[in-house]
């Protein structure tokens, strides 16, 4: 490899290594935030309820691009030769079903299935997520 393209994968790595780390709380944020409109869905169904709810969805969706730019990284950095596994990837390919049902559920005001699919599926989601970008910054720490 030449000089310029080891100095652009260190940049790389960094760069995801640094997103990764400043995302962990967020992803917390998100899903915190999330479960607090739930309980306030389940009781009132106002309007501000409403846009901190279109506010969470919108914010997964950042996060799932997020998630996607990680990812082509981590690819971009296998085709050049490094060592790191793309299974812990696989928790937020899984999710993706989930993420559009919660959409479905949102555009249609099916409440009942959207507080469910966020207190009962979103949780568990996050966590596995969260853990899987720990993963990979700590498998990018050790090239």
Known sequence: MQNSEVKRDIELVGAIQKGIAETDGVVTEIGEKLLDCVNLLRTE??????????????NLDY?????????????????????ISMEPFACWDDSLDIFKEMLSAFESKDWVTLSDLIQ??????????????????????EL
Do not use: C, T
């Open 45 to 58: 169904q106002s309007d501000d309820v409403f846009m901190a709810l279109s506010e969470g969805i919108k």
């Open 63 to 83: 996060l799932m691009e997020f998630v996607r730019e990680v990812r082509k990284g981590v690819e971009h950095l296998r085709l050049r030769g490094y060592d």
């Open 120 to 141: 009962y599926e979103l949780p568990q989601i996050l966590g596995e997520g969260r853990q899987g970008l720990s993963a990979i910054r700590d498998r990018l720490m």
